[in-house]
């Protein structure tokens, strides 16, 4: 059966774990599960096909699509990362994937195809702490300006684009305050603003949804234009490897493949090879598992009286939880809110606040057996950390404020645990401030 029926006969879930059953990118139909290859180099056979495999790389046409790929060297394509990106962009409901070797090299990657020197970024101005140390750091550098402004309000957004602005970067749900963006109407303005430029200065959308995982939100079909991801996180699931991704338009893969190839930043197929056979097939049953935990916690710690608020998208409670419905949808359609959440506790003043929470955590990081200190999230253990002091240290601590983020807050990421054995320890916990 070709694999294009495939497609159309079974669901995501159960596509997820086959991939497609044969792909022009593996010559290794008689295994049931894609061998990790290792290999730095190819034999070229002959001249004629080595040079046929140079114009052939990052010149992608209706032909070269659909044969065999003439491999050169791994830093230009390697079988898992490619059979990887397949199932990749299928997840995203994307046209095409190009893997990167983290999640930081995916950002920058698409960055630096979409936006050059005199050029224009606007981001939401609460986001992963590198990600906002590569726009205030090394961007000025290149003389690209980054305007970081709260993506929340869709008017002062439109407001602040520019003839220059090339591009609209955001995450949703943000890292770490789980607050959501308007994923669909960003892209209905955006929209309208491109309808008035050339093509070569339209401002593009891109989403990091390293939090939401395809599982539970797909930025494409809502109107974005590039989906990133940190396969670190929830995608790999295991955290056992580091790996990043680019989903996008079939028209940006030669660029893509170009920039991985001249700036490096490739996915070792070592990497790429667990992803695709433990991350992918498992991705939805850990997450719904992950997400049925989640709520379980979050109502607890909702009624906590050490606890100020809890953020997580799906409760009723939460400001924003009428987009969280909008927005965060599985691939039956069903409410998916996610598997992180972030919550405060009661104190009498910002430095009470960031006392008792660093006394929580450390306490944590003693006793609890069901939780660890530990950065990263996504896993199938449950991690708990202090942005403040921790992924966002990078964003100055006045700067945090402003931003939403509590001085004391903390972020928990749950795993694939029973849910009363997490709450016991955050109990336990608890019962020390
Ligand atoms: C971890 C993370 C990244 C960076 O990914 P790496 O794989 O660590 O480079 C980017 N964005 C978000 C939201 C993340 O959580």
């Known amino acids: 059966m070709s694999d294009e029926k495939n497609k159309d006969r079974y669901t995501k879930e159960t596509h997820l774990i086959y991939g497609q059953a044969h792909s022009k990118k593996w010559d290794y139909d008689h295994h049931v599960v894609p061998p990790i290859t290792s290999s730095a180099t190819y034999r070229l056979d002959s001249a004629q096909r080595g040079a046929q495999g140079f114009v052939e790389f990052a010149h992608t046409t209706e032909e070269t699509k659909n044969k065999e790929p003439i491999l050169i060297y791994d830093r230009l394509g390697e079988p898992n990362k490619d059979i990887l990106e397949e199932n990749l962009a299928y997840a995203e409901s994307g046209e095409c994937a190009v893997t990167f070797a983290c999640g930081m090299a995916a950002i920058s990657g698409v960055l630096g195809v979409l936006a050059r020197s005199g050029e224009d970024i606007i981001a939401h101005r609460t986001m992963y702490g590198c990600t906002y140390s590569l726009f205030t750091n090394w961007y000025p550098r290149y003389n690209i300006s980054v305007q970081l402004l709260n993506l929340h309000d869709l008017d002062m957004l439109r407001s602040a684009i520019k003839p220059e602005t090339r591009v609209i970067y955001f995450e949703s749900p943000v890292n770490p305050t789980l607050t959501l963006i308007d994923i669909g109407g960003i892209a209905e303005m955006t929209k309208q603003i491109n309808e008035t430029r050339p093509e070569e200065e339209h401002i593009r959308i891109v989403v990091d949804n390293t939090f939401a995982t395809p599982y539970c939100q797909r930025p494409l079909e809502l109107g974005a234009d590039f989906v990133v991801h940190s396969l670190t996180k929830g995608i790999g699931g295991f955290g056992t490897d580091m790996g990043g991704v680019v989903i996008g338009p079939e028209k940006y893969r030669d660029m893509l493949l170009l920039y991985r190839k001249d700036f490096g930043g490739v996915l070792s197929p070592k990497a790429a090879w667990p992803v695709l056979v433990y991350g992918l097939p498992t991705l939805s049953l850990r997450v719904q598992r992950q997400i049925q935990t989640t709520m379980e916690i979050a109502e607890h710690l909702e009624q906590h009286p050490k606890v100020k608020a809890v953020s997580y998208p799906g409760l009723p409670s939460f400001p924003q939880y009428d987009l969280a ?68 240290s990078a964003i100055p601590a006045e700067e945090q404020v402003q931003r939403g983020m509590d001085p004391g807050g903390i972020r928990l990421s749950i795993g694939i645990e029973r849910p009363e054995d997490i709450i016991q320890d955050l109990d336990e916990a608890l019962s020390q401030i």
């Open 325 to 392: 419905q909008k927005q965060m949808r599985n691939y039956e359609g069903a409410f998916a809110p996610g598997t992180l959440m972030y919550f405060t506790l009661k104190s009498d003043s910002p430095q009470d606040s960031r006392d008792r929470g660093e006394k929580v955590i450390n306490y944590v990081a003693d006793n609890a057996y069901a939780i660890t200190l530990a950065v990263s999230l996504g896993h199938t253990r449950t991690l708990i950390e202090h942005p403040g002091s921790m992924t966002h």
